[in-house]
Each structure stands twice: as C-alpha cells, then as structure tokens.
C-alpha cells in the first residue's frame, strides 16, 4: 500500500485546513490510518488516528476538540480536519497505515508500517 499526504499550506492562527491522505493498492480499505507530525528540531508526535471502518478515532490532547479525523473508504482517503489552528500546530504532517481486522483499534503506540511524505503545515500568529 502507498500513503500520500496533501493539504498542507500556510494559514493564519484561528485558521482551518483539511490534510488528505490517500491510500492506494489492493488492500487499502483494510488499513487503520494515523497522523504524526514533527516540529523543526522536535521528534515526531502522534496527532490522531482511525480504525479501518472508521467506527474508532483517538486524539493526543493537544489537538482534541479542534482536529477530527475521518475517512472515506469509497475515495480511499482519510482526512485529517484542522480548526483553530495555532502557530505551535506548525510541523510537517505525515500519515501512517497499518493493515490490521475489522475489530483492531488503533493507539497512538500502534507500530504503522507504511508511511507517507510529508506536508507542511505552517500557522503564522
């Protein structure tokens, strides 16, 4: 499977930007999806994640409440939606996959294996 992250831009504090991430291959529908991000001389933090069928999302604390994944297994993308954005959101943005069963819920621990590059998103204040 392949990931490929877009959306990234630049936007002013309070700002919103929606990510996609496409999954492609044969497989694809079968893959739990993260995002990571990572700050300019910062290590890369989980932002959020969603099961294969979309019935489980999770959230690091820092985006709750402003960020909602979701996705579309028609189109093969999961969306990463991004509101009130603040400058400290700056970083690149990668997307991450993992086949797993039906019932597997992902964590921010969850080892993904297929990665995509990244896009950047920068929040001027």
């Known amino acids: 499977v392949q990931l490929q992250a877009s959306g990234g831009g630049l936007v002013q504090a309070g700002g919103s930007l929606r990510l996609s991430c496409a999954v492609s291959?044969?497989?694809?529908?079968?893959?739990?999806v993260a995002w990571f991000r990572q700050a300019d001389g910062k290590e890369r933090e989980f932002v959020a994640t969603?099961?294969?069928?979309?019935?489980?999302?999770a959230y690091a604390d820092s985006v709750k409440g402003r960020f909602t994944i979701s996705r579309d297994n028609a189109k093969n993308t999961v969306y990463l939606q991004m509101n009130g954005l603040k400058p400290e959101d700056t970083a690149v943005y990668y997307c991450?996959?993992?086949?797993?069963?039906?019932?597997?819920?992902?964590?921010?621990?969850?080892?993904?294996?297929?990665w995509g590059q990244g896009t950047q998103v920068t929040v001027s204040s």
């Open positions: 991450a996959g993992k086949a797993t069963i039906l019932s597997y819920t992902p964590t921010p621990g969850t080892d993904f294996e297929s």
């Open positions: 291959g044969p497989t694809s529908s079968r893959y739990a």
């Open positions: 969603i099961s294969r069928s979309a019935s489980y999302t």
